[in-house]
């Protein structure tokens, strides 16, 4: 039973660019959140997908968009990189937005 | 103030020691909690969930306050395995039809042998 999987594995980018994560659910799980770790801190909240629709967001900027498929997956887009978005994105799924989340094992994100 | 504070550590104990770890949240609307263990450049796992009776499972115990705002985890009789990054984490929804996780920066804990 395939948990939860995120792609790329490490992603170097430069300022300004635009990227795109991965992510794909638990068998069985509908619902996916994203988060995003800096060095030596927890993970902070970007939004929770669930439905196809965003359902609930934490404090990022615009530049922060997402998307969720038919089949469950989702992607994580970043527009205009910054150096300070340089972190481990984290993708998180559950059986319906009440349920316990669990953890891909994310995607680094590099900044340069 | 962060919503979710915790004594960053670091935790240094010898194997068989008891520790605990404390947690304070600010938003008294939340609605479930747990602790999570992420290992170095691991994603985070969940340890368990914490009720206002107190869980147990195996060594570890969980304890809730909510009038306090108070969470608190103990660890009994520490291995060498349980050397990791213990998170605090806050469970709230705005509007009944989301939910979001809100953590703790983490307190590291490492068990001497």
């Known amino acids: 039973d395939a948990g939860v999987t995120q792609s790329p594995t490490h992603l170097i980018k430069t300022r300004g660019q635009q990227v795109t994560l991965r992510c794909s659910p638990k068998?069985?799980?509908?619902?996916v959140s994203w988060y995003q770790q800096a060095l030596g801190q927890g993970p902070q909240f970007i939004f929770q997908?669930?439905?196809?629709?965003?359902?609930q967001r934490g404090n990022f900027p615009d530049r922060f968009s997402g998307h969720q498929f038919p089949n469950y997956s989702s992607e994580l887009n970043v527009n205009a990189l910054l150096l300070g978005d340089s972190a481990l994105y984290l993708c998180?799924?559950?059986?319906?937005?009440?349920?316990?989340?669990?953890f891909g094992d994310g995607t680094r994100l590099s900044i340069l | 103030r962060k919503e979710v504070e915790q004594d960053p550590g670091p935790f240094n104990v010898p194997e068989g020691a008891t520790v605990a770890f404390n947690c304070t949240y600010s938003?008294?609307?939340?609605?479930?909690f747990f602790w999570y263990r992420q290992d170095c450049r691991k994603e985070p796992k969940l340890l368990m969930s914490?009720?206002?009776s107190g869980n147990e499972d195996g060594r570890f115990t969980a304890q809730l306050n909510r009038a306090s705002q108070y969470i608190s985890l103990l660890i009994r009789d520490s291995k060498l395995s349980d050397s990791a990054t213990y998170l605090c984490?806050?469970?709230?929804?705005?509007?009944?039809?989301?939910?979001?996780?809100?953590f703790g920066s983490g307190t590291q804990l490492t068990v001497l042998p």
């Open positions: 997908y669930y439905e196809e629709e965003e359902r």
């Open positions: 068998s069985g799980h509908d619902t």
């Open positions: 938003n008294s609307a939340s609605q479930s």
């Open positions: 998180a799924s559950s059986q319906g937005w009440d349920q316990p989340q669990h």
């Open positions: 914490v009720y206002s």
């Open positions: 984490v806050v469970s709230s929804s705005r509007d009944g039809s989301a939910r979001q996780l809100t």
